[in-house]
């Protein structure tokens, strides 16, 4: 630990990130004291669940990250159910919205994103999904039965696809780009998931623009309806940056950062989906992700560095979807490459490599079972790590093993 | 402890520096093979969120969770780091006439 480590650290947010913060400080051996703030009522949770076992689970479960005796035995004053109402920069100071001030050395923010709503007619029928109350509504909607329909065909609207066919709904996908999951997935990738999909009987309309919604259904730019007694909106997340903005920190697509996290107030850090930073692996494109790993890492990352860890946050970001019994991961950026390797692994299994001009490997991503591709992606993202340049021909080869590479 | 050992595979099923998974009794079980040829055994499910281990990477003696990286030393069933914290079970094994036996109780 740094001679100048901080003594208060007050953490804004309690998500997977906020709550990383303050896990890897104490397991740092870091002994001064931690707050961290959640505006949500609920101890800290993991949000993958909530499109999943959240819903199709036959028991509701929070998926706590730690209860109340945990982080006491951590020595972490968690406030919940509590927002932070402003920052005091000058004073180095939160004031929270019930009055209480809490002085800090460093502050985090971990302000997560929420969910994008579509500024159209009708959309306060349509619900979306960021909280664990959210799942919970979604949960008693597909049990009830009835059609289902889903606007955006990106992960989260396509995991409450496959969890709603698992509970028998009848479920409907509407998606404005020509196919699904164009934002971060290359085509191969999606279009596996979209004969999935269909094969579960799933109807998709990919193409399709939405002007508003009826109380019961989903209303077409080119006129046509699609009639469904639950909506849904599922278009990304912004993120979380009023509290930044009004302190007067540089704000762009997020918290904007430098590669170590830091704000443009070097005693204010930012991770987890509120941050936008530049990243040194790749060319240091600025990226804000919206991902579980991304989540830990950085929190993880950010504890380091409040403890004088001298170097760049460079964790390769890593996203995973599953949907029925399948998973699609994705190391990298695949959109960072120049040129595709595939390697067919069988039983509809597939694996993408991408190389930049170069020939390094910038991304990878992978359909199907578990088994078959995770750790084959997590491979790629050690390679990707180490700025490796692989031949095309050996990413392409089944029978060479990925391991070989390193 | 008993003395029934539970013939699991053939020694050469599990590849160098790899696991497999191996259900039996109910139960799901990891069997590992090191690079220098030893073979360990653990619970299948990792202790955070019950997914099969033998979908993981193995580095060592490490086993790798495929859902959120958390590590075990596969020898000794002890977590690594977060997001996991409880220990693996771990199981005895032995190596007879090319087979991989375990176990269980």
């Known amino acids: 630990m740094s001679a100048d480590a901080p003594r208060r650290v007050v953490i804004v947010g309690a998500g997977e990130s906020g709550a990383r913060v303050a896990i890897a400080l104490r397991e740092q051996g870091f002994g001064g004291e931690i707050a961290l703030i959640g505006a949500e009522s609920h101890p800290p949770y993991e949000r993958p669940p909530l499109s999943k076992a959240a819903i199709v689970e036959a028991e509701a479960r929070l998926p706590a990250i730690g209860d109340a005796a945990r982080f006491a035995e951590l020595g972490v004053d968690v406030r919940l159910g509590v927002a932070v109402a402003a920052i005091d920069r000058a004073e180095r100071r939160v004031r929270l919205a019930d009055g209480v001030g809490l002085g800090y050395d460093k502050l985090v923010l971990a302000t997560g994103a929420k969910a994008r709503h579509l500024p159209i007619a009708g959309a306060e029928h349509a619900l979306t999904l960021r909280s664990y109350e959210d799942a919970l509504k979604l949960r008693e909607r597909f049990r009830s039965g009835g059609r289902v329909a889903i606007v955006g065909g990106g992960f989260i609207g396509l995991e409450l696809a496959a969890s709603a066919r698992k509970l028998g709904c009848d479920v409907a996908v509407i998606e404005a780009a020509p196919r699904l999951l164009q934002r971060a997935v290359p085509p191969e990738l999606g279009a596996l998931a979209e004969a999935r999909h269909r094969a579960e009987g799933v109807e998709i309309v990919t193409g399709a623009g939405v002007q508003g919604f009826a109380p019961d259904a989903v209303l077409l730019s080119g006129g046509g309806r699609i009639p469904a007694s639950t909506l849904i909106v599922g278009v990304g997340a912004a993120p979380e940056t009023a509290l930044a903005e009004a302190a007067g920190l540089a704000v762009e697509n997020g918290v904007r950062a430098d590669a170590r996290l830091r704000s443009s107030d070097p005693d204010i850090y930012a991770c987890g989906d509120c941050v936008h930073f530049p990243h040194g692996l790749f060319d240091g494109r600025r990226l804000r992700l919206e991902a579980w790993r991304h989540a830990f890492d950085s929190g993880a990352y950010v504890a380091r560095a409040l403890l004088g860890a001298d170097e760049d946050y460079l964790a390769v970001p890593w996203f995973w979807s599953d949907q029925y019994d399948a998973c699609l991961q994705i190391a990298g950026l695949p959109d960072a490459g120049a040129t595709t390797a595939s390697r067919d692994l069988g039983e509809g299994a597939l694996l993408l490599f991408h190389l930049a001009a170069d020939g390094r490997l910038v991304g990878a991503g992978g359909w199907g079972p578990l088994g078959k591709i995770a750790r084959e992606i997590r491979l790629a993202e050690m390679l990707i790590a180490r700025r490796a340049h692989p031949a095309a021909a050996a990413l392409a080869d089944p029978a060479v093993r990925l391991k070989s590479l390193l | ?105």
């Open chain 2, 1 to 105: 402890m008993s003395d029934i050992w539970i013939d699991a595979c053939a020694a050469d099923d599990v590849e160098s520096e790899d696991v497999l998974r191996f259900d039996h009794g109910g139960k799901t079980y990891a069997l590992y093979r090191t690079e220098d040829d030893r073979y360990f055994a653990t619970d299948g499910l990792c202790t955070h969120e019950k997914i099969h281990l033998a979908d993981g990477l193995v580095m060592g003696t490490i086993i790798e969770c495929p859902k959120h990286n958390g590590r075990f030393d596969f020898t000794t069933g002890a977590a690594k780091g977060a997001p996991v914290c409880v220990n693996l079970a771990t199981y005895a094994v032995k190596v007879e006439g090319g087979r991989v036996k375990l176990r269980v109780a």
